[in-house]
């Protein structure tokens, strides 16, 4: 059983910057795809940044120049550094990784950004 933990939400102003972290129970090599999805209030969730086994990654265009994604190989995670962020950066943020069998889903870390 897979598990991803994630870690680093919290309430920020707007401008601010955080940073978000997926451990994961496996080596991260097993994973085609890893990365971030966020569901804002009252909004469907949507993808925000992944990172791809062969080093390419993609980006919302919301948040395009403002965070990057990066995969740490050595502690088995997965980072999303967030800056600049805005009001409308509030969300539940999920760490997700896939195999290209099957797919994994943290439980959600809350990012809350004040005005």
């Known amino acids: 059983q897979v598990q991803l933990e994630e870690s680093g939400g919290g309430l920020v102003q707007a401008g601010g910057s955080l940073r978000l972290s997926c451990l994961s129970s496996?080596?991260?090599?097993?994973?085609?795809?890893m990365g971030w999805y966020r569901r804002a209030p009252g909004k469907e969730r949507e993808l925000v940044a992944m990172?791809?086994?062969?080093?390419?990654?993609k980006y919302a265009d919301s948040v395009k120049d403002r965070f990057t994604v990066s995969r740490d190989r050595d502690k088995n995670a997965v980072s999303l550094q967030m800056n600049s962020l805005k009001p409308e950066d509030t969300a539940v943020y999920f760490c997700?990784?896939?195999?290209?069998?099957?797919?994994?889903w943290g439980q959600g870390t809350q990012v809350i950004v004040g005005k």
């Open positions: 990172s791809f086994r062969y080093g390419s990654s």
């Open positions: 997700y990784a896939a195999t290209g069998v099957d797919e994994h």
């Open positions: 496996i080596s991260i090599f097993s994973f085609t795809d």
